[in-house]
């Protein structure tokens, strides 16, 4: 190595016996305990290319965010500062739901850990690599009544793939092979995230001083690819000539353009679930009501299932009926299965076969169902969220990424997807994230917010008002931070729309348990934070909006009522 100045970054061959023990060269026996730790620690994240870091202010994690500023400033890292863990939890999130690369984040001690549960879960259920780095208190205050100190190791249970702990202290040993065990171990941690695409934990204890004397210097190198290289299997051959239907759900980057190919190889439609694009002139249109006929000609012999699916009753209901399911790109979390060949990577293309008289019978089935469906539309005086759906399919900007809520947001863009369209959303030229994993409704913002920011392109959320209430201090961003751009579109209907379509809307104290009416008026609390903020009364004024943002900017669209959306969903769910 050369001679080294504080925050130098240093080029390193890392065949060279020496780098093996580059931290130990960085490390400064002048610095405190906890600051060793924070540089270690940082230097795990960049040699493991994470490029994307939230954190959440506080005293204990102090060390570890001066040391990921310094790291920001020399380009190894974006780092985004939230007043709130939660927040900070879902945007670091969403920036690895839309990117696919891992990223992390960071909290003080105490309650702030248990605030990145809901996170965690949706991380683990979604297969996302999230890094968590909590900040914790020494050993010697554990149990002792002191200032936030709880139980932090291990914390988050089987919701994270490995959880351990380090103590900073362990750093004053001055054995080169100590500290490099240590190392290894959290790299171990980090690895394993990356690899398998799932959350971890890495919990930090922190001695005092908690403020570094020196400034830190990093070593800048290129990242292992740790990704898993699965082995092709090949479909079985009885297969290939039957009726078979496509179901794309959520899957990783890497997979989107799997889903065309194979289709195109096997000429069977395709039902595309989302988060999933759109593969264009194989889809089967509006497949939730299409699913509906009774037409036996219809029927598949064999369902071929790509990522996580089944968003609507339909699709599970034809799953469980029909004989043979074969299910690829699997997710981990998903143990129980009806398929006769289900495996975690993908299948391998096979020669070109000719189903087309079977997949055209259901493309023009969904043209009829299509068309229907447009017609009761146009029918339909009153604007609701379907409209707005329909308008967004067919005018979303070539390229851009709209993050969907869960509940109805997603199941509105399933039920109206359709290659009738035409447009770049149903030619797979926008792209699609929600929270897919639980299927939640936290979090919607602020992931929308992650998804943004690592996002080149225009970035809008769909989302109802329950969702933007539940995560409404997300839009809260302190000054000195980047500030995302992206267009929110919130279909305001007063409560919670979804509960008015299931088996308890007609009990007794709906409204009180389910529908949960706020009457907020929720253009003036988001301008009220500081935000862009207006009501849409009409589509052609929403069209108009639908362009290049700078900033945030939030549409609020006053819809019909509750109970005439279910009314309207029931009756397109009829046509059939």
Avoid at 119 to 142: M, W
Avoid at 212 to 218: A, D, I, K, V
Avoid at 466 to 478: G, K, M
Avoid at 504 to 533: C, H, M, S, W
Wanted: proline share 4%; aromatic share 6%; hydrophobic share 40%.
């Amino acid at each position: 190595f050369k001679q080294k100045t504080a925050y130098e970054i240093v080029d390193c061959d890392w065949s060279s016996d020496v780098c093996s023990s580059d931290l130990l060269v960085l490390m400064s026996t002048k610095q405190p305990a906890s600051a060793l730790a924070a540089q270690l620690v940082v230097q795990q994240l960049i040699d493991n290319g994470v490029e994307f870091v939230t954190l959440a202010p506080g005293s204990r994690n102090g060390p570890l965010s001066l040391a990921l500023v310094q790291a920001e400033k020399k380009g190894l890292l974006s780092l985004h500062v939230r007043i709130d863990e939660r927040s900070a939890a879902y945007v670091a999130l969403g920036a690895a739901i839309k990117s696919g690369k891992p990223t992390a984040v960071l909290t003080t001690s105490g309650t702030a850990v248990a605030n990145l549960f809901p996170a965690i879960v949706e991380a683990k259920y979604s297969s996302v690599p999230l890094i968590v780095l909590t900040a914790d208190r020494p050993a010697a205050v554990q149990g002792t009544g002191a200032n936030q100190v709880i139980v932090q190791r291990e914390i988050f249970g089987d919701y994270v793939a490995r959880s351990i702990e380090i103590a900073s202290e362990s750093l004053n040993i001055e054995t080169s092979s100590a500290r490099e065990a240590i190392k290894d171990r959290i790299n171990s941690v980090f690895s394993i995230a990356i690899k398998n695409k799932v959350p971890v934990h890495l919990n930090i204890n922190l001695n005092e001083p908690l403020v570094p004397t020196e400034e830190f210097t990093y070593i800048k190198r290129k990242s292992n690819d740790l990704n898993n290289q699965n082995i092709p299997e090949n479909i079985s051959t009885e297969y290939l000539n039957k009726k078979g239907i496509i179901i794309a759900g959520g899957t990783n980057l890497e997979y989107e353009n799997y889903v065309s190919e194979i289709s195109q190889a096997l000429d069977w439609p395709v039902i595309v679930e989302p988060p999933h694009i759109c593969v264009g002139d194989n889809m089967i249109s509006n497949s939730s009501v299409s699913l509906q006929s009774k037409n036996q000609e219809l029927k598949p012999e064999v369902v071929l299932t790509i990522g996580r699916t089944g968003l609507s009753r339909q699709v599970n209901q034809l799953i469980k009926e029909t004989k043979v399911v074969l299910s690829c790109a699997v997710p981990s979390v998903i143990t129980n299965s009806l398929a006769k060949q289900k495996i975690g990577g993908l299948f391998k293309i096979p020669a070109k076969q000719n189903n087309t008289e079977w997949k055209n019978s259901w493309i023009n089935h969904g043209k009829m169902v299509f068309e229907k469906i447009q017609k009761m539309l146009s029918s339909f005086s009153p604007i609701s969220s379907l409209h707005v759906v329909d308008l967004l399919i067919r005018k979303l900007p070539i390229d851009s990424h709209i993050h969907l809520s869960s509940s109805f947001a997603a199941r509105d863009f399933d039920l109206l997807i359709s290659n009738e369209y035409q447009s770049p959303f149903s030619n797979g030229k926008v792209s699609v994230s929600m929270n897919r994993g639980v299927n939640g409704i936290d979090g919607v913002v602020s992931t929308a917010i992650g998804a943004a920011l690592v996002n080149k392109k225009s970035t809008f959320a769909f989302l109802g008002d329950i969702a933007t209430i539940h995560d409404l201090n997300s839009f809260v961003i302190p000054k000195l931070e980047k500030i995302p751009d992206i267009t929110f579109i919130i279909c305001d209907n007063n409560g919670g729309g979804i509960f008015n379509t299931l088996e308890q809307a007609d009990v007794e104290d709906f409204e009180r348990v389910y529908g949960t009416p706020t009457n907020i008026d929720l253009v003036n609390v988001i301008k009220n934070l500081d935000i862009d903020a207006k009501y849409i009364n009409e589509l052609k004024d929403l069209e108009k909006e639908l362009n290049e943002t700078k900033g945030i900017k939030v549409l609020v669209v006053k819809v019909t009522s509750r109970v005439n959306e279910a009314d309207l969903r029931k009756n397109l769910l009829s046509i059939s």
